[in-house]
């Protein structure tokens, strides 16, 4: 899907009080007739089969419903149910508001939501509202109203919903978290990260059907997959875009709305060269697209505080030649690890004093329970086995009745941080208040469930 039509599409307003998802998770489980969650997908494009893929494989789902406008990218999705070996779904094509069809033809327990940004919040609203569980793509919403707006309703219909932030669930960063709660590295002091990832051949190509990545630089109309809607956001606004990748992982090693939470937040953005140098690159000065003035700084910083003193430091880094990093810190009283250099250091136990040593030998001593168990079932699944337990915890969690991993208010919280990185940036870096989205519940300290 694109961005076209997203205003007809519409929000829900909600209002009402914290309520859990158990009770209607625990319906969820004894809905279909089969044993299996009966689950439809809003969104087969590239990321959209990716998840996908898990789906279909498990035993414990059918997928019974595909959405999308694209006939391409459905048709690429249904292969994956003919090697399946696996019935074909019913399909929702043909305008912005089919999707909107899918849900109200009813027989769904939960849907799975992989279109562009600006859709996250009202697709999972109205399924919210047709009290089918959500499982969102990140981000959760685009603007701040988007954000309340998700809560909101979650609360007044208690139906469960998770982001589907799979950083979380990556396998060193499992062990480090594994490590945080055993204490290795004592109090937690100071955490980075972020997402810094040459995007520059995501958000522009030749525009050809099933070519997504590079090849030319076209965006918009004019071109394929994300180059369609995600390069229009680089063009439109400044700020950290995509910042679950570092936050999820951050928010849970400081334990955020569950004895902590965010508190104030400042944002800086540099100058905007790389997106306008890779035009002229590959399309000439000439090219249209060369004169675009991309508002999107091409490095994003933002310091975060929380309310026990704990520091962060996140960064968004997609519009400039580099090598994949999250660029991950985790600093507490006892010693430190960096995911860049791959070392660790913990007073007292690293071979010598003020020296880093090799992380792996930690990591495989901390190993994470999911991977110790399910390391087998996400070899070759997406983002290096990520994608399998992003989707096997949600899928669990309806089964179980339980709440979700990642819940409604870390999803608005993680995601909440574009919106408030484009204010404090518009307003010469001011520190902006960050918004307490649990009303006081993050106080009471409980355990995550991963």
Same mark, same amino acid.
Not at 20 to 33: I, N, T, V
Not at 73 to 84: G, I, N, S
Not at 427 to 443: K, L, M, R, Y
């Given at each position: 899907?694109?961005?076209? =039509?997203?205003?007809? =599409? ?22 279909? *007739?089969? =044993? ?59 305008? #912005? ?29 109205? *399924? ?18 988007? @954000? ?15 982001? +589907? ?32 990832? /040459?995007?520059? /051949? ?27 809607? $995600?390069?229009? @956001? ?10 679950? #990748? ?11 709305? $569950?004895?902590?939470?965010?508190? $104030? ?15 002229? *690159? ?33 960064? #968004? ?8 990093? +999250? ?8 010693? +430190?690890?960096?995911?860049?250099? $791959? ?10 004093? #003020? ?12 190993? @994470? ?10 070899? =070759?699944?997406? @983002? ?41 940036? *518009? ?24």
């Amino acid at each position: 899907m694109n961005r076209r =039509g997203v205003l007809a =599409g519409g929000v829900v307003a909600a209002g009402g009080g914290l309520l859990a998802g158990k009770a209607r998770a625990g319906a969820l489980r004894q809905a279909s *007739a089969n =044993g299996r969650l009966r689950l439809g997908m809003i969104g087969v494009g590239m990321r959209g089969r990716v998840l996908l893929r898990e789906l279909v494989r498990r035993d414990d789902v059918e997928v019974v419903g595909l959405c999308d406008l694209e006939q391409w990218t459905l048709d690429r999705a249904l292969e994956q149910f003919t090697e399946a070996g696996k019935p074909a779904p019913r399909l929702w094509t043909g305008s #912005h508001e089919s999707w909107r069809e899918m849900l109200a033809a009813g027989g769904l327990d939960a849907v799975i939501i992989a279109t562009p940004w600006e859709w996250h919040a009202p697709m999972a609203i109205g *399924a919210m509202e047709a009290g089918i569980a959500v499982g969102c793509e990140v981000v959760a919403g685009v603007t701040l109203d988007d @954000h309340w707006d998700v809560l909101r309703t979650q609360q007044r219909t208690n139906t469960p919903y998770m982001l +589907l932030e799979n950083v979380c669930f990556r396998r060193d960063v499992l062990a480090i978290t594994r490590m945080v709660r055993e204490g290795v590295f004592g109090e937690m002091i100071h955490l980075e990260g972020g997402y810094q990832h /040459d995007l520059r /051949d995501v958000k522009f190509n030749a525009g050809i059907v099933g070519e997504a990545y590079g090849g030319g630089v076209e965006f918009g109309e004019r071109g394929w997959s994300e180059a369609r809607w $995600r390069t229009d @956001h680089s063009v439109q606004r400044n700020g950290d875009l995509y910042p679950s #990748h570092g936050i999820g992982p951050m928010a849970v090693w400081a334990n955020i709305h $569950r004895g902590n939470r965010f508190t $104030r937040l400042t944002s800086y953005a540099s100058k905007a060269r790389g997106l306008h140098d890779h035009v002229v *690159a590959g399309g000439g000065p000439d090219h249209p697209n060369a004169r675009v003035d991309f508002r999107l700084g091409d490095v994003v910083t933002t310091s975060i505080v929380c309310a026990d003193g704990t520091t962060m430091r996140l960064t #968004h880094d997609t519009n400039l030649p580099r090598p994949y990093s +999250l660029g991950f810190r985790v600093q507490g009283q006892k010693g +430190l690890w960096m995911d860049v250099n $791959r070392s660790i250091y913990v007073e007292g136990s690293s071979p010598q004093p #003020h020296r880093w040593e090799e992380a792996q030998t930690w990591l495989d001593r901390y190993d @994470h329970a999911l991977w110790s168990e399910f390391a087998e079932q996400a070899s =070759g699944a997406g @983002h290096g086995g990520m994608d399998f337990f992003v989707i096997h915890v949600f899928i669990e969690a309806l089964k179980a009745g339980t709440a979700m991993p990642i819940d409604v208010h870390d999803a608005v919280a993680w995601s909440a941080i574009t919106p408030l990185s484009e204010q404090s940036i *518009a307003n010469g870096n001011a520190t902006v208040d960050f918004p307490d989205f649990t009303e006081g519940g993050w106080e009471t300290a409980r355990a995550w469930s991963f």
